[in-house]
T-cell receptor, first 113, second 111 residues
Framework: AQSVTQLGSHVSVSEGALVLLRCNYS??????LFWYVQYPNQGLQLLLK????ATLVKGINGFEAEFKKSETSFHLTKPSAHMSDAAEYFC???????????WGAGTKLIIKP | EAGVTQFPSHSVIEKGQTVTLRCDPI?????LYWYRRVMGKEIKFLLH????????ESGMPNNRFLAERTGGTYSTLKVQPAELEDSGVYFC?????????FGPGTRLTVT
């Protein structure tokens, strides 16, 4: 069975510092990979996705993620954190043969002034 | 273009009562999904409609949950009778291709 692991339920960074949110997945076949964000009192919004092709994927709000098949990872990064990035971030995987998303437990990103 | 909408945004009911959640997908999206997040846990898949047909309901926890999508438009998720462990946030999503668009969720509290 597929699973997604997000390291750290809470990550705290200073404003202007690098953001790194980790995601590892288990899959026997190449998956589709997603990062979603949930801002306070809002729904889930797609940040970026990897389906095929280039392994470095750029998303909204300056975020990007790199698919590394050898490490089964899809870590999310942003060079410089803003206060507005404070939210909960979810990594998810989807098999080509099945539309359902398998989710990580989520990571709350805290930005310190 | 209107996004996915869900109603109500928040529902508080007593154990044993019935609650019906509604989801209106983006117009033209054949695929509709329900997910649930119990507090402190990961989001879990409940079921997937393609138009009005249930494509995959492997995530439905038990027969107290009933989902419908009449006419292939909006969907309802009924919980009857509700139990304490049903509390959580219920998300609906719709898609035409690979990207799923999510609604704001319904927070269900069973007391």
């Amino acid at each position: 069975a597929q699973s997604v692991t997000q390291l750290g339920s809470h990550v705290s960074v200073s404003e202007g510092a690098l953001v790194l949110l980790r995601c590892n997945y288990s899959s026997s076949v190449p998956p589709y990979l997603f990062w979603y964000v949930q801002y306070p009192n809002q729904g889930l919004q797609l940040l970026l996705k990897y389906t095929t092709g280039a392994t470095l994927v750029k998303g909204i709000n300056g975020f990007e993620a790199e698919f590394k098949k050898s490490e089964t990872s899809f870590h999310l990064t942003k060079p410089s954190a803003h206060m507005s990035d404070a939210a909960e971030y979810f990594c998810a995987v989807r098999r080509d043969s099945n539309y359902q998303l398998i989710w990580g437990a989520g990571t709350k990103l805290i930005i310190k002034p | 273009e209107a996004g996915v909408t869900q109603f109500p945004s928040h529902s508080v009911i007593e154990k044993g009562q019935t609650v019906t959640l509604r989801c209106d997908p983006i117009s033209g999206h054949d695929n509709l999904y329900w997910y649930r997040r119990v507090m402190g846990k990961e989001i879990k898949f409940l079921l997937h409609f393609v138009k009005e047909s249930k494509q995959d309901e492997s995530g439905m926890p038990n027969n107290r949950f009933l989902a419908e999508r009449t006419g292939g438009t909006y969907s309802t998720l009924k919980v009857q009778p509700a139990e304490l462990e049903d509390s959580g946030v219920y998300f609906c999503a719709s898609s035409q291709f690979s990207e799923q668009y999510f609604g704001p969720g319904t927070r269900l509290t069973v007391t």
